[in-house]
């Protein structure tokens, strides 16, 4: 199995922060990374895939980098809307496609 | 549009069946994974299984073979989640979503989600 690490599980930031959420894996994986944002009571959205593609409709201040074990999620200016729990996600395996642990980000 | 519209909320005793189903529409379901994430109350998202309605091939997540079966009936375009015995710690959220695949290479990822299903396990 491909275990998902995140970093940190959670933090504090205030609008306007620049903000990195990083993500390792137990093995490599390629590019094959996925990014998603949870609300409070609301289904997951996809925001990045492939470690760096932004998926359509995504703010630009969402970023993604990295390859191999070591990932990034960055946010450029944290907006109010931002504050939501973020996921990572190997899509490496074909059969267990695992989610890191997530990181919640809050307001500071 | 592309949509997956999951059925109700459920309260079941331990021990119970329980199928739960996810209906797509708005692009071609066969065509397309569709797969279950499970997220347990204030935990995040475990990956539990897919399966490709076209030929109904499915892959499970070794930590969910052998407790959930997962199906499909594509001339209805919806796909399910079953359990035959449920237990208090299968309460959670359930989110069915659509996999998708690069045209040009195999980057695989859920483009669109299901509202959820919330099960709920109680003697």
């Known amino acids: 199995d491909i275990q998902m690490t995140q970093s940190p599980s959670s933090l504090s930031a205030s609008v306007g922060d620049r903000v990195t959420i990083t993500c390792r894996a137990s093995q490599s994986i390629s590019s094959y990374l996925n990014w998603y944002q949870q609300k409070p009571g609301k289904a997951p959205k996809l925001l990045i895939y492939a470690a760096s593609s932004l998926q359509s409709g995504v703010p630009s201040r969402f970023s993604g980098s990295g390859s191999g074990t070591d990932f990034t999620l960055t946010i450029s200016s944290l907006q109010p809307e931002d504050f939501a729990t973020y996921y990572c996600q190997q899509s490496y395996s074909t059969s267990d496609r695992t989610f890191g642990g997530g990181t919640k980000v809050e307001i500071k | 549009e592309v949509q997956l519209v999951q059925s109700g909320a459920e309260v079941k005793k331990p021990g119970e069946s329980l199928k739960i189903s996810c209906k797509g529409s708005?692009?071609?379901?066969?065509?397309?994974?569709i797969g279950w994430v499970r997220q347990m109350p204030g935990k995040g998202l475990e990956w539990m299984g897919i399966i490709y309605p076209g030929d109904s091939d499915t892959r499970y997540s070794p930590s969910f073979q052998g407790q959930v079966t997962i199906s499909a009936d594509k001339s209805i375009s919806t796909a399910y989640l079953q359990w035959s015995s449920l237990k208090a710690s299968d309460t959670a959220m359930y989110y069915c979503a659509r996999q998708y695949r690069g045209l040009w290479s195999p980057i695989y990822y859920f483009d669109y989600w299901g509202q959820g299903t919330l099960v709920t396990v109680s003697s």
């Open positions: 708005g692009y071609s379901f066969t065509s397309y994974w």
